[in-house]
């Protein structure tokens, strides 16, 4: 089993950067794609970024491309989201998660595991 951890959440005024980081419990992420949801207030988990194994494709929700960055390190066992020129509609709490497949996706019921969620809020 893969237990997922994320850190770096906080508070950011509008325009700022957060780097998010989603460690993994094993030394090895084998045929793992990951991906970045995110969930506000009275909304549902939706989309934000996702990456294949190797790191060579990503994919990104259309409100972030441009501003968000998906990468990882997996001899770290590591998955990172930079984030810029942060939005108010940014806001919410941030979730990584793992796939059993080496291929990216974008539908959280593709992924098989999750990790508890960092927040990220930001301010007018």
């Known amino acids: 089993q893969v237990q997922l951890v994320e850190s770096g959440g906080g508070l950011v005024q509008a325009g700022g950067s957060l780097r998010l980081s989603c460690a993994a419990s094993r030394r090895t992420f084998n045929n793992y794609a990951m991906g970045w949801f995110r969930q506000a207030p009275r909304k549902e988990r939706a989309f934000v970024a996702a990456?294949?194994?190797?790191?060579?494709?990503?994919y990104y929700e259309d409100s972030v491309k441009g501003r968000f960055t998906i990468s990882r390190h997996n001899a770290k066992n590591m998955v990172y989201l930079q984030m810029t020129s942060l939005k108010p509609e940014d806001t919410a709490v941030y979730y990584c998660?793992?796939?059993?497949?080496?291929?990216?996706?974008?539908?959280?019921?593709?992924?098989?595991?999750w990790g508890q969620g960092t927040q990220v809020t930001v301010s007018s």
């Open positions: 990456i294949n194994w190797s790191g060579g494709s990503t």
């Open positions: 998660a793992a796939r059993g497949s080496a291929a990216l996706g974008s539908r959280s019921s593709s992924y098989d595991y």
